[in-house]
Structure formats: C-alpha cells, structure tokens
C-alpha cells in the first residue's frame, strides 16, 4: 500500500485557495483513475484504487493544515505503511509559481502542516515530498494572507498544466520511484518561465 496526502484545509471558502493546491492535485489524481473521497479514516477524507501498478490510498486530512499530522501519522499506522511509500503533496511560497519539485526526504521547511507530520511521527522526516510552488506574495503582503488567497484568473489556465505535471510525477513515482520521478521532473516549471521572460 502506498499512501499519497495532498494538504489543504477544508470546506468550500478554501477550496480555490493556494494553501489548498495539495488537495487539488490530489483530486486530480483520482479523477484519472474515477476514484472517489467516499470513506472516512482517522480524521481525513479518503479514496482507495490502483494506480501505476500500485495499490493506493489517497488522504485529504480534514483537520485543517495546521494538524495534518493527526490524520496522516494514524492511517500509515493503520495500514502499516512504510515512510519510503508516503508521498505528501503541498504548496511552497518559496518556489516560483510553475514549479514543482521532489525530494525523498526533508525538514518541514516552515510549512506547518509538514511539520505537523513529522511531529506526529515522533521526529521521522524521511518520506518523499512533492512542492508545488505558488511563488511569494506581491508587495508587503503577509505570507498567512496570500496563501489563503484564491489563486487569481490569469493564473488558472497556467494552474491546470501544473496539476498535469504534479500528477504524472506522481505516477512516476510510483512506477518507478523517487529518482526517476526526480530526474524527469524536477525541472523549470511555466510559471517559472513566464516570470523569468517577463523580468527580461
């Protein structure tokens, strides 16, 4: 069994948010298998099938962000799943919008519900990871303010072809595992170069 948590917090006044962009591509990946979130574990939202040759388990804590760890930590117990075989999926202010990147372990990296995870797991930080970068806030904006923004228009349509490639990571992922995954997708994203050609 193989568990993928995508982050986010939930209710509809989130849902468009870019705190939420774990729980999209999570949703995302179910969508290309017709899985559906219809069982209730350990505090998450939670849908069961087959993907890349893998028996998985998709997780949207339902605990808000903050505490994901109260549902991710129990159901790796429950199902005795391995770190190597957990994949948590969130957003990251520090890469640029268009951006994803892999890493088969790590710090929480300031990001709470990370960290909320390796608390629950008593300090273990070695699962794989996938970042999904929303870039930093405009201005003087506070970071608390701009995640629990929805993301804007314009950003939509370059949104869509990010989840695509998050997506098919992950399905790497479990094909073929975390360096794989890695070496074909840890690369500039769109956004990265929409911003890199505006800056010209």
């Not at 893998?54 to 199902?79: C, D, H, W």
């Not at 201005?139 to 993301?151: H, K």
């Not at 360096?179 to 956004?191: F, I, L, P, R, V």
């Amino acid at each position: 069994m193989y568990l993928i948590a995508g982050l986010g917090n939930p209710g509809r006044k989130y849902a468009g948010n870019r705190h939420n962009v774990g729980f999209q591509c999570v949703q995302r990946l179910a969508a290309t298998r017709d899985l559906s979130f219809d069982q209730k574990l350990k505090g998450a939202e939670c849908a069961r099938g087959v993907i890349g040759g893998r028996q998985v388990i998709l997780v949207k804590p339902q605990t808000f962000m903050n505490e994901s760890g109260r549902s991710v930590a129990p159901i790796m117990s429950f199902y005795r799943i391995p770190l190597g075989q957990v994949l948590v999926i969130y957003d990251d202010l520090d890469l640029p919008f268009g951006a994803i990147r892999l890493r088969p372990a790590g710090g929480g990296g300031g990001h709470k519900g990370v960290q909320s995870i390796i608390e629950h797991l008593g300090g273990q930080r070695e699962f794989p990871r996938l970042r999904i970068g929303i870039g930093r806030p405009p201005g003087r904006m506070e970071p608390a303010a701009y995640v629990l923004q929805d993301f804007a228009t314009e950003e939509l349509l370059i949104l869509d072809g990010i989840l695509t490639r998050a997506v098919e990571a992950v399905q790497v992922w479990l094909a073929d595992g975390i360096d794989s995954a890695m070496t074909h997708y840890n690369q500039s994203g769109e956004g990265e170069h929409i911003r890199a050609s505006e800056s010209i």
